[in-house]
């Protein structure tokens, strides 16, 4: 990721980095977790804390899901927390169908584990003010949700 | 914050220093200094697991003692279904109540009726369907402190009544008066109780301002009495309008006991505080949203397994459950007409909001906060990673954070004060072979005899 202006940098900010393999389904909700603990410890207010929460464990999901292995950055400066995954996999061939609500191209055997319901873009949109998503069918995803968070007063 | 209650405290001669509570500690409130544990009090929640995880029991309760008797005229006990569970099968409850009386109350009110109360206003209440799902249960004080230090967003999901102590407190002390003319300030309501984290509640009660529950009892401190009295009254005939509580409202003691009483939609029952932090990291993240409601309970089987119990949980639930079905089909004491009268008069509705204690952060500023966060980081990655517990924190990351708030020092680390140790003999050995210029060192002779060698 590039930072294009030079201002961003002398600010504070923190990283948060999570390798995620296929399959790995307990790393999406160690690393909700320990997001959560550490913007608890940041001071974000609760709804803030819970909506980045719910995002970085619904995009970590998919790439479980869809991905073969793929890489969960969570980077947080006072104003903003910025969530992006990228992933080497089967991209995503129709983004519009996938924003929509119950509609999901996993498999039988994830949703035999309760996974799958169409709900991880949604839920991401709802609880992000800003999402971009590049795909490229075959080659894979990346996904940049923004939460922009308000002043304590 | 300093002046925040808990019930949880150390005894300091019976402490060895060892590290099996602050890693047993869901809130990392723990810390060994000085060769003594020392609990951080605003992180407390009274759960009690140090208690029993205590190998030299130096972890205590503070409870109150029955000297608090005397300060009121009427004195009403309180005991919970709990506290059935710890007498043989054979017994009744009618007797259990009425020696009460004999060892110094005048008065006895159950609180399994005032369970059954919360049973049907909250049934009432999920009629509505005017809440979030799931409706997380009131009950467990220990519960709701570990939601307000780490599951603040979910606060608002808790079950708007008071506690059945609570309840049983406020209708016993009003009954009191009604009967028998007693002033209401003359009037103390004693909970009987194996619960820490109640004493915490009445102190600092949580969605309400004042608790008028008086004092709470270790059960331990009238168990040997009212045995006694078991025995020698035996056969005497009881006053048998004290028991008015059915099987439904005692069955509360142990997990899934206000499930079944609730008897309402598809209900969740997790007990033990580890399950419990790990069942509302999910609903945190929005599972489990058809459930219509949670009880939990800090304590691995319910309450029966509270930290003052004597006995083993499995073995209580056993027992209780004895008086449960032995008294299941009773008439309950309250109509439904009753009930609903409670409910719609709002008495029992909780009149403060529970608000989040956010102590676990580093700085109010979050700009100063992800300085401080980066430090953590750095410091955290230094140590080594084992978690050992030697520094007295339960983790080396916990040790970064007391790095970060002045409270230790990195070489509280055992591995890090080696460390220093080897730079700094290092250091002393490297000085210690420099000599002054003016002398002829004993490696510069030696070089000087292999010299002199080779010009031979």
């Known amino acids: ?153 | 914050m300093s002046s925040y209650f808990h019930s949880i405290t150390l005894d300091y001669e019976k402490c060895m220093g060892c590290t099996n509570c602050i890693k047993r500690c869901p809130t990392e409130a723990i810390r060994v200094h000085d060769g003594k544990a020392h609990i951080i009090g605003e992180r407390c929640i009274d759960c009690g697991d140090c208690i029993r995880v205590c190998p030299y029991n130096a972890k205590i309760a503070v409870t109150d003692t029955l000297d608090k008797l005397s300060e009121f005229k009427y004195k009403i006990a309180l005991p919970g279904p709990t506290f059935y569970a710890q007498f043989k099968e054979e017994e009744s409850v009618e007797n259990i109540l009425d020696a009460f009386l004999n060892i110094g109350f005048d008065d006895v009110f159950e609180v399994a009726l005032a369970e059954e109360v919360v049973s049907f206003m909250t049934r009432h209440y999920l009629s509505t369907n005017k809440y979030k799902k799931p409706l997380i249960s009131s009950y467990c004080p220990a519960v709701l402190r570990l939601m307000q230090i780490k599951f603040p967003d979910l606060l608002s999901q808790v079950s708007p009544f008071m506690t059945p102590r609570e309840i049983a407190a406020r209708i016993a002390k009003e009954e009191a008066v009604k009967r028998k003319g007693i002033p209401y300030e003359d009037i103390g309501a004693f909970a009987i109780s194996l619960c820490p984290a109640k004493v915490t509640e009445m102190t600092q009660p949580t969605g309400i301002k004042n608790s008028a529950v008086d004092g709470v009892i270790n059960m331990s401190l009238v168990y040997k009495d009212i045995l006694k009295q078991l025995a020698k009254n035996h056969k005497k005939e009881k006053n048998k309008n004290l028991q008015k509580a059915t099987g439904l409202g005692m069955s509360w003691g142990y997990i899934t006991g206000e499930a079944k009483a609730l008897n309402y939609g598809s209900i969740l029952a997790v007990c033990g505080i580890h399950n419990v932090v790990s069942l509302l990291e999910e609903i945190e993240r929005g599972e489990l949203r058809d459930v219509d409601f949670l009880e939990l309970r800090a304590c691995t089987g319910g309450c029966v397994g509270g930290p003052l119990s004597i006995q083993n949980p499995f073995v209580g639930r056993v027992k209780l459950k004895y008086f449960v079905e032995k008294y299941r089909a009773k008439t309950p004491y309250y109509q439904e007409k009753d009930m609903l009268d409670f409910y719609q008069q709002g008495r029992f509705f909780s009149t403060e909001p529970i608000l989040p204690r956010p102590v676990m952060m580093l700085d109010e500023d979050v700009s100063k906060a992800l300085l401080k966060m980066e430090r953590l980081d750095k410091i955290t990655n230094e140590l080594p990673g084992l978690d050992c517990g030697a520094c007295g924190a339960p983790s080396c990351r916990a040790l970064a954070e007391d790095v970060i708030r002045g409270l230790a020092v990195d070489t509280d680390c055992i591995f890090k004060l080696r460390e220093r140790v080897q730079t700094l003999a290092e250091e002393v050995l490297d000085l210690a072979r420099k000599m002054p210029p003016a002398m002829v060192s004993n490696s510069s002779k030696a070089k000087g005899k292999k010299k002199e060698k080779v010009n031979e």
């Open chain 1, 1 to 153: 990721m590039n930072h294009p202006d030079k201002e961003a940098d002398s600010k504070p900010q923190f990283k948060l980095e999570f390798k995620i393999g296929e399959k790995d389904f307990s790393v999406a909700g160690e690393a909700a977790s320990k997001v959560k603990k550490t913007l608890q410890q940041l001071g974000l207010r609760p709804e803030e804390v819970r909506n980045i929460a719910i995002i970085v464990y619904e995009a970590v999901m998919n790439v479980i899901i869809h991905a073969t292995h793929g890489e969960l950055e969570v980077i947080i400066v006072p104003e903003k927390v910025v969530v992006l995954t990228e992933d080497t996999g089967m991209g995503i061939p129709d983004l519009e169908m996938a924003m929509k609500e119950g509609y999901s191209t996993a498999t039988h055997e994830v949703r035999e584990m309760g996974f799958g319901a169409g709900m991880g873009l949604p839920n991401i949109k709802q609880c992000s003010h800003k999402l971009n998503i590049k795909s490229q069918v075959g080659v894979g995803t990346v996904l940049e949700a923004i939460v922009y968070l308000s002043s304590k007063d």
